[in-house]
């Protein structure tokens, strides 16, 4: 029993600790040859990893030996504090490499592997301590008898020891525990397609908001707690409910939490782009890595506040992250990396913090060093660790301007000058560690972030470089049998794309026929849609599994309905079936879409709708079924731009000048005159000639 105990219980430590075992690098181990940054980081540990494949799998069973799957990626700090302390002590590979096969395996190259394991985490841990790095010690055909996060090297040894004990002693007590995790593996939801009808009901929303309402910080934003995510997907769903209804609070959180977002710590100050997370309520503190799905998400956010709120301060902060995305996350060729990361020379945000010494030997001029220390609450102390300080403002720009007796403009020029010059000082400092692995969902999101940027302000420039992006995710990441590969083709080992990969692809084709009106991105959208049908569709025909029906069978085959920093793959395909069903009067495509989000709604929504925030925005398209504004004329760019900068969550567009294969543009382009249809459900009114006389049909 006291075996049982000992592998049960997770134990999260947030603090590193020294040792004093006898760390070297003696060799190279199956790893060197691999692609991803994560794994190369582990190529020259003593334990002699693998990568996940066959091989290593097979030789478990073969050898008759447990399994440490060891999951995190490049940019992920604790990751590197465990490779430090145990993977690169020859103490503890001795152990690992005696009595297991031990498999590294990078997120986010292998989501599919990640997903089963944090879920058996999750389900050994209900009160929470999940997270990366994510270990697990599996039997040898990969089920999981104990999974948890860091350990430090003494931890991890007596944990590898007590289990590789029992392993010899006691093997059924660790298959009874296998046993009962794999049947919550497997376990999924089944929903199947009714011909009853479906009812959409606003007032079903009402209800569900005051439980939303109660997680939220509507003081500080955010959702409530000690450690605060961005949650794109809840900010986006509460903008759109606030307009559908009305309702105040819903758009003074959304604009509450944007602001906090823009003045914290978790916003780089000097270069713009926002880090992963914050470790305070305050947003000011953040853990300092910085990732491309949460700048793509967060670049669409703020152009659509930006178009619903008229905010200045939004505008610039949309443009200063879309700057810094395209100096440091690409090379310019369309291409986006993954991440960067959280340390340099082994302390975490380095690169970013300041001694209020250092500032002021900067700037010299004691004006601006005053105006530095009001703005960015600098301390002789610090103002997170020990002389440590995060810039973060702490004051407007408009009461400095009270207090300080002086005209707004002289503060932003004066502010302006403070960060050029610790801009500059601090790009000679070491940088972060870039992860330059190409991962495809991601960049769909940053070509929806560069569309959804180029709408809000009419910047021709973001539109071709959101067409660049797109261009680059059809001719690369596109196999020539029509399947997306997840990351760009290189390694030995080709990896296709999970469901996430083709769910935000074919948004990103829907957004970019949007702003091009170039067919041939619908075209694509819909080959993918039905490629999604075809290899990803579960036994109900309803929802979708996250691997494709020709990948490697795991353990489970799980689908991924929760809605987090980023919207469940499900719920983004629910909304492309709902488009696409749109724009080519697919009935089934409608229908699916709609039995897809009233199941999500009905069911488990209802318990937690924080976490299902995507889905109740699916639910609004139904309660309030979007416009269809066709623009027919020649010179149709200057009246879809008009467009596109408005608010209009619940529009599609579509136009061609020439083309009528869409259903609802045939028979209305009309040589010499410029017409707009607003129409929905196929029912269009009389046409418009001005985009004001258009929106005034849109209520």
Request: aromatic share 10%; glycine share 4%.
């Amino acid at each position: 029993m006291k075996y049982l105990v000992l592998i049960v219980v997770c134990v999260f430590f947030i603090s590193c600790k020294d040792n004093s075992g006898n760390q070297t690098i003696s060799k190279t181990n199956h790893l060197v040859n691999e692609t991803s940054a994560y794994l190369l980081q582990h190529a020259h540990n003593p334990v002699d990893w693998f990568p996940w494949n066959e091989e290593a799998l097979q030789k478990a069973k073969t050898e008759k030996k447990l399994i440490v799957v060891s999951i995190g990626y490049s940019s992920c700090h604790w990751c590197h504090v465990m490779e430090r302390e145990s993977f690169s002590d020859t103490a503890v590979s001795r152990l690992m490499n005696a009595h297991f096969v031990n498999i590294k395996v990078d997120r986010e190259e292998r989501p599919d592997v990640d997903q089963i394991y944090m879920t058996a985490c999750q389900i050994m841990n209900p009160d929470g301590g999940c997270g990366w790095p994510l270990n697990a010690i599996t039997l040898s055909d990969g089920r999981p008898v104990w999974v948890g996060t860091y350990l430090n090297r003494d931890e991890w040894m007596n944990l590898l020891t007590q289990i590789n004990d029992l392993y010899h002693e006691d093997q059924n007590e660790l298959q009874k525990i296998a046993n009962q995790l794999s049947n919550h593996l497997q376990s999924d939801h089944r929903f199947k397609l009714t011909n009853d009808h479906l009812n959409f009901e606003a007032t079903e929303l009402k209800t569900i908001q005051q439980k939303v309402l109660n997680n939220l910080d509507l003081t500080r934003g955010g959702k409530k707690g000690d450690i605060k995510f961005p949650l794109p997907p809840l900010l986006r769903y509460q903008l759109e409910y606030a307009g559908f209804v009305t309702d105040k609070t819903a758009a003074n959180w959304v604009d509450q939490t944007l602001k906090q977002l823009m003045n914290g710590g978790i916003n780089d100050q000097l270069a713009g782009g926002f880090a992963r997370y914050s470790t305070d309520p305050n947003w000011r503190v953040p853990h300092f890595e910085k990732m491309l799905y949460d700048n793509a998400q967060l670049i669409s956010l703020y152009a659509d506040a930006y178009k619903k709120f008229k905010t200045e301060a939004y505008k610039n902060t949309l443009i200063r992250t879309l700057n810094f995305m395209q100096s440091d996350f690409t090379s310019g060729d369309g291409k986006y990396y993954s991440s960067f990361d959280a340390e340099t020379e082994g302390e975490e945000g380095k690169y970013y913090v300041w001694t209020l010494d250092e500032v002021k030997q900067i700037l010299a001029d004691h004006k601006l060093i005053e105006l530095a220390i009001k703005v960015y609450h600098l301390k002789d102390e610090g103002n997170w660790e020990k002389g440590k300080n995060v810039l973060f403002l702490t004051t407007s720009i408009q009461q400095l301007s009270k207090e300080l007796s002086k005209d707004v403009k002289s503060i932003q020029d004066d502010l302006e000058t403070i960060r050029l010059k610790l801009l500059e000082v601090r790009k000679q400092r070491k940088a972060p560690k870039r992860d330059q692995k190409i991962i495809c969902a991601w960049n769909a999101m940053m070509a929806i972030a560069l569309a959804d940027a180029s709408a809000a302000l009419g910047d021709e420039n973001y539109k071709k470089e959101a067409l660049k992006t797109g261009n680059f995710l059809v001719k690369e990441m596109l196999s020539p049998e029509g399947k997306l590969y997840r990351t760009v083709p290189g390694s030995k080992n080709v990896q296709y794309g999970f469901l996430d990969d083709y769910a935000f692809t074919i948004l990103a084709m829907i957004r970019l026929y949007e702003i091009s009106f170039d067919e041939s991105w619908l075209q694509t959208a819909l080959k993918l849609c039905e490629q999604s049908l075809k290899s990803f569709t579960d036994e109900d025909g309803v929802y979708f599994y996250y691997n494709a029906s020709e990948d490697t069978k795991l353990i489970a085959r799980k689908k991924e309905m929760v809605d987090q920093v980023i919207s469940s793959s499900n719920s983004v395909m629910a909304d492309v079936l709902h488009k696409l069903g749109l724009y080519f009067y697919n009935t089934d495509y409608l229908k699916r879409s709609q039995h897809m989000v009233k199941g999500m709604i009905d069911g488990p929504a209802i318990q937690d709708p924080v976490f299902y925030s995507n889905w109740l925005r699916q639910y609004i398209q139904f309660c309030k079924p979007p416009y269809e504004v066709a623009i027919v004329d020649p010179e149709y760019e200057k009246l879809q731009q008009q467009l596109l900068t408005s608010y209009l969550p619940h529009v599609i567009l579509l136009g061609n000048a020439q083309k009528e294969s869409l259903e609802l543009l045939k028979e209305k382009l009309q040589e010499g005159s410029t017409y707009i249809y607003v129409c929905r459900n196929k029912v269009c009114k009389l046409p418009v000639t001005k985009v004001e006389d258009a929106l005034k049909l849109m209520p």
